[in-house]
C-alpha cells in the first residue's frame, strides 16, 4: 500500500528560503511545518502566506520540534555547517543552500554528520535540472560533441552597493566566503565541472571594481581539465544591469551555447538521422531556447529549479533513499572556488 504520509518540512533563514517555502507549499508529498527566521517582521509577512506554519526566531525550538522531519538551511553560507550538523544531531534530514560552506574543510563536517547520525542530507544545486540541461548532458555523454576540447563560463551580474550593505555579510571573507564566484557564480561553477569534467589546475586574477566590499566583485579563471580540454570562467556583480550566463562547450564534432536555461546555439555536425543539421537546431531552439517556463509546456512532468530539489529531498526521506545531489558531490564546486581565491591572492597557478 502507498504510503500517504506527508513529510513535515521547516525552512531555516527566509533570504533564498522563501524559494524552499514555496516548493514545499507545492508538493503533494510534505507539509511546510515551521519557519525559522531572526526577523520577526519577516517571519509575519510569511505568515500569511503560509498561516499553517509554526513561526520561530531561535533555531534549537525549530530543531526540537516533532514534527520537522526535513530542515532547509538557508542561512549565509558561513553557518551552513554548523547549522546542518546540530539538525542531523537533533534528529533533522538537511537539505543545504549553495555553497555548503565557505571552505571544504567545514563543509567536510556536514559528511561526517551524515555518515555519523545516518540522516539525509542533500545539497541544492538546481541549475543541474534546468531542462536544456538534460539535452545538453545527454549530448555529451553519448558523444555527439565528440571530444570536448573547450569550455567557456561567465556569469556577468550586477548587484547595487546596497545589495552588499544589507544584511552585513554579503562580500566578506568571513561570511560570504568571498564576493561574485562563491555567492552568484557558484552553480556555474558547479555546472562547468559536471559538464566539462573535473579540474586540473586553475590559474586566477581577481579584483574589486565598483564595490565597498573585502572580497571581490571580479574574476577572471583560466582553467585546465584533466582530460586535456581547456576552458574559462568570469565572474561579477559589476556588468551593468545584468547581462548574462553564458555556458560554451565546444567538441570535435558540435557546439553548444546557452544563457542560463536558455539555448543559444545547437550545431551538430551529425545531426539525428530524420533531420539536417538546420532542422535539429531549429527544433531545439523551438523546445529550450525561451527558457524553463517554456520548455515545460511539453515535458510538464519535469520539475525545475527548486522545486526539483526539495521535491527530490521529500521523496528521498519518504522512499528512504538518498537524495540525488550528497555532500561529496556539492564539494566538488566549492574545491575549484577555493583553488581560484587561492591562485588569485597568491598569484600562482593551482593544482586540484
Not at 544545486?125 to 553519448?142: E, G, K, T, V
Not at 558540435?254 to 539555448?263: K, N, T, V, W
Not at 533531420?275 to 524553463?292: H, P, Q, V
Not at 517556463?293 to 538518498?322: F, Q, T, W
Request: net charge negative.
Amino acid at each position: 500500500m502507498k504510503n500517504e504520509k506527508k513529510i513535515g518540512y521547516a525552512v531555516l533563514g527566509l533570504g533564498i528560503g522563501k524559494a524552499h517555502a514555496e516548493a514545499v507549499a507545492k508538493s503533494e508529498n510534505a507539509c511546510l511545518v515551521a519557519l525559522c527566521d531572526k526577523d520577526e517582521a519577516l517571519l509575519q509577512k510569511m505568515a500569511v502566506l503560509y498561516p499553517q506554519a509554526t513561526l520561530y526566531t531561535d533555531a534549537e525550538e525549530l530543531f526540537a520540534d516533532p514534527r520537522v522531519e526535513i530542515v532547509s538551511i538557508c542561512l549565509p553560507s558561513a553557518l551552513h555547517a554548523e547549522y546542518a550538523v546540530r539538525a542531523m544531531e537533533a534528529g533533522k534530514h538537511v537539505l543545504v543552500e549553495k555553497p555548503l560552506d565557505i571552505t571544504c574543510e567545514r563543509a567536510m563536517r556536514i559528511e561526517e554528520a551524515r555518515v555519523r547520525t545516518g540522516k539525509r542530507c542533500g545539497v541544492v544545486l538546481q541549475n543541474r535540472y534546468n531542462l536544456n540541461m538534460y539535452p545538453i548532458r545527454q549530448a555529451i555523454d553519448s558523444g555527439r560533441l565528440g571530444e570536448l576540447f573547450l569550455g567557456t563560463f561567465a556569469v556577468k551580474w550586477f548587484r547595487e552597493q546596497r545589495y552588499y550593505d544589507r544584511g552585513g555579510w554579503r562580500g566578506t571573507w568571513a561570511m560570504d566566503g568571498g564576493g561574485s564566484l562563491i555567492n552568484q557564480a557558484s552553480h556555474t561553477v558547479d555546472l562547468m565541472q559536471w559538464l566539462m569534467g573535473d579540474v586540473a589546475s586553475v590559474t586566477s586574477s581577481m579584483k574589486i571594481a565598483n564595490h565597498q566590499i573585502e572580497t571581490e566583485d571580479v574574476t577572471v579563471s583560466h582553467i585546465a581539465f584533466k582530460n586535456g580540454a581547456l576552458g574559462t570562467f568570469v565572474s561579477t556583480t559589476c556588468a551593468y544591469p545584468g547581462v548574462s550566463t553564458e555556458i560554451g562547450l565546444y567538441g570535435t564534432a558540435g557546439s553548444i551555447e546557452a544563457d542560463a536555461d536558455r539555448l543559444k546555439l545547437w550545431k551538430m555536425s551529425e545531426p539525428v538521422e530524420d533531420m539536417d543539421e538546420d532542422e535539429e537546431e531549429e527544433t531545439m531552439l523551438e523546445r529550450f531556447s525561451g527558457g524553463n517556463r517554456r520548455a515545460a509546456e511539453s515535458a510538464p512532468e519535469k520539475l525545475y529549479g527548486h522545486r526539483h530539489v526539495v521535491e527530490d529531498m521529500i521523496l528521498a526521506v519518504k522512499e528512504n533513499r538518498d537524495p540525488e545531489i550528497m555532500p561529496l558531490e556539492g564539494m566538488k564546486s566549492l574545491a575549484i572556488i577555493e583553488a581560484i581565491y587561492r591562485s588569485a591572492k597568491e598569484g600562482k597557478t593551482v593544482l586540484l
